[in-house]
């Protein structure tokens, strides 16, 4: 799929930053249940998916650098940098996340609680996918495939 030192390098980055995004997404699911469960835990956790998403920041930035300075062709670079700005997308939305509990500490009802470790779940089962794809990335249909296996996932 890759060729020269450059595009190696970028390759082993945008991995590190899948398996860090997917990290934050493992975080946040058990930051989740401890703010569902057992709040004594939670704040640990919330820092630990703020930290998880800004350690993937770094990762992403990385990444952005060594596609400027010409991993890939030009025709190849806008497609990575695409790739890397979703999976960054949702180390985001976990921080977000993170933040907003932190800062509201809204009380949940049974009803909400299990709602929200369900769309956790489907998250994480979403997530799973990801490094798949990024494995066959130059295998567009088969991308495609996973792509819709992930959203299926989210609908389940």
Do not use: W
């Amino acid at each position: 799929m890759l060729f020269g030192k450059k595009e190696r390098q970028t390759e082993k980055l945008i991995q590190e930053h899948i398996e860090a995004v997917g990290e934050v997404v493992e975080s946040t699911q058990a930051m989740i249940d401890a703010y569902c469960n057992d709040k004594t835990k939670f704040k640990k956790l919330a820092d630990a998916v703020t930290h998880g998403a800004s350690e993937a920041d770094q990762v992403r930035r990385n990444i952005e650098m060594t596609l400027y300075e010409g991993a890939f062709m030009p025709l190849q670079r806008g497609d990575y940098a695409r790739l890397v700005e979703a999976v960054d997308k949702v180390a985001n939305q976990c921080e977000a996340v993170a933040e907003f509990l932190v800062l509201t500490r809204p009380e949940l009802d049974d009803n909400t609680r299990d709602s929200l470790r369900e769309i956790m779940s489907a998250t994480v089962r979403c997530y799973s996918n990801v490094p798949s794809m990024f494995d066959k990335f130059d295998k567009g249909r088969v991308v495609m495939e996973l792509a819709h296996k992930v959203e299926e996932e989210g609908r389940a």
